[in-house]
């Protein structure tokens, strides 16, 4: 058994409880009555492959009323309960610091450039809600975890065992299953408002000295520069406590402020991966590795042990985008120290 910081992943046996219990979790999702169809089809998927043993609720969010349609259609594949939660103009929409021609005209330019979601005042305000409302929102209050989960995407492994169980027993904050990097052009001073908050809360920062500080994943050079490095958050499980937390809020509110959400095109991706590597330890983020798992145009399929693919998984290891070079996997494994088989929690049967 491999000793350090990632030791549970050997000798942790997650299994369902035998009482029915569950952890204080939920699946969130932001989705348009028109995705119904694409979110069956994931939830199916979900309910098939891991909460029809656990059948954890379903929370699902949307910046207009749901349908009839919409809610007959997902609380009937649910193993679990299914709210429903809808907000306004305070989550999404535009604070008042904001100069709406200033962010029309960026829109404007970044549209001509040809950059991916460059026009899309939609996309802005969902990467904005993403960052720093979602787990404010009122559905969300009675909950320890989320997993977030959208249309169109697949899982095609066996999950057998409660990622949310493990997460509270091994005090872990936030789960990922794809790395990427992200598109320079979009976030061009989102770095150097990052290090400016940094020096103003040096407290809140996990010191680059310590063997257990992140910032080598996502800086090549100490913190001088941000080498793009991110969890891609279309999936993502974590720990509502953290994004709660006061030094989360101060970190949101302080990029909030900046207006790069507007300005430019700032992800909710990087926010989430630089807060989580600047203020959480190793030993508090997980790779869930075996998680067979597909967003458009990417997959992350195991392939070690020689038996997850083949008898847990329908998806094909040759494809998985962890050995990508465009993947910053490769990368979190020489951070952390760690391999793939690490991180394995699925168990033969």
């Known amino acids: 058994m491999r000793s350090g910081r990632h030791s549970y992943t050997h000798n942790y046996h997650p299994k369902p409880h035998s009482n029915g219990t569950r952890e204080n979790a939920a699946f969130v999702v932001l989705v348009r009555n028109s995705d119904l169809n694409s979110m069956r089809d994931t939830m199916q998927q979900m309910e098939d492959r891991f909460n029809h043993k656990f059948n954890y609720p379903w929370i699902f969010l949307n910046n207009e009323p749901f349908d009839e349609k919409f809610k ?3 609380s009937g594949l649910a193993s679990g309960e299914t709210l429903y939660g809808t907000f306004g103009e305070e989550m999404w929409g535009y604070p008042e610091w904001i100069d709406q021609d200033k ?4 829109r404007q330019e970044m549209e001509s450039k040809g950059i991916i979601y460059g026009g899309s005042e939609s996309y802005r305000h969902m990467c904005r809600f993403q960052s720093g409302f979602f787990f404010r929102h009122p559905l969300l209050d009675s909950f320890d975890y989320y997993w977030r989960v959208e249309p169109h995407v697949r899982f095609s492994c066996d999950i057998d065992y409660d990622p949310f169980r ?14 990427i990097k992200e598109y320079v052009e979009t976030i061009p001073t989102l770095w150097e408002t990052v290090k400016s908050f940094m020096k103003e809360h040096p407290e809140y920062i996990i010191p680059k000295s310590d063997p257990e500080s992140l910032l080598a994943w996502i800086s090549n050079d100490g913190g001088e520069s941000y080498n793009l490095c991110h969890f891609w958050s279309n999936f993502e499980i974590g720990s509502l406590a953290f994004l709660r937390s006061q030094k989360y809020m101060d970190f949101f509110e302080y990029l909030d402020k900046a207006g790069g959400f507007f300005y430019e095109r700032w992800g909710d991706a990087p926010v989430h991966s630089i807060a989580a590597a600047l203020m959480l330890k190793q030993s508090e983020v997980h790779w869930f590795y075996d998680m067979g798992y597909f967003h458009n145009p990417w997959y992350q399929c195991p392939s070690e042990p020689e038996w997850m693919p083949v008898e847990k998984c329908s998806c094909d290891p040759e ?5 990508h070079w465009y993947s910053c996997t490769p990368e979190y494994l020489k951070v952390t120290g760690t391999k793939r088989t690490d991180w394995l929690l699925t168990q033969r049967d």
């Open 103 to 106: 962010a029309s005209a960026a």
């Open 166 to 179: 493990v997460m509270r027993e091994n005090d872990l904050k936030y789960g990922w299953t794809i790395s």
């Open 72 to 74: 007959e259609y997902t």
């Open 319 to 323: 494809n998985s985008f962890d050995k």
